[in-house]
């Protein structure tokens, strides 16, 4: 049975363009094949756990000791309520 196809349009670096065409004929096959298959084998659910990549990372990373004073930083803390360390 065929299963008809849509057309897209995609928008990448040239550099990348050549790779994908080498990559596709390196393994005999299209670049719309590899692009399909990249699609089909990634997992739609952003990671195994199902929490965001800030849920994920966050409270993992500390300032330094000693770091210069920070507006920006601060503006951040305040805003997502996080303990002044």
């Known amino acids: ?6 057309r897209i349009t995609l928008t990448i670096d040239p550099q990348m363009v050549r790779r ?3 990559i596709a004929h390196l393994r005999h ?4 094949a590899l692009v399909e298959e990249f699609v089909r084998q990634t997992p739609v659910e952003r990671n195994a756990s199902g929490s965001s990549f800030a ?5 993992k990373f500390r300032v330094a000791a000693g770091a ?9 803390k305040a805003r997502y309520q996080l303990d002044a360390e």
Do not use: N
């Open 55 to 59: 849920q994920q990372w966050a409270g």
């Open 29 to 32: 096959t299209s670049v719309s």
């Open 20 to 22: 994908a065409k080498r």
């Open 1 to 6: 049975m065929h299963t008809m196809k849509t």
């Open 68 to 76: 210069k004073p920070d507006a920006r930083l601060e503006a951040l």
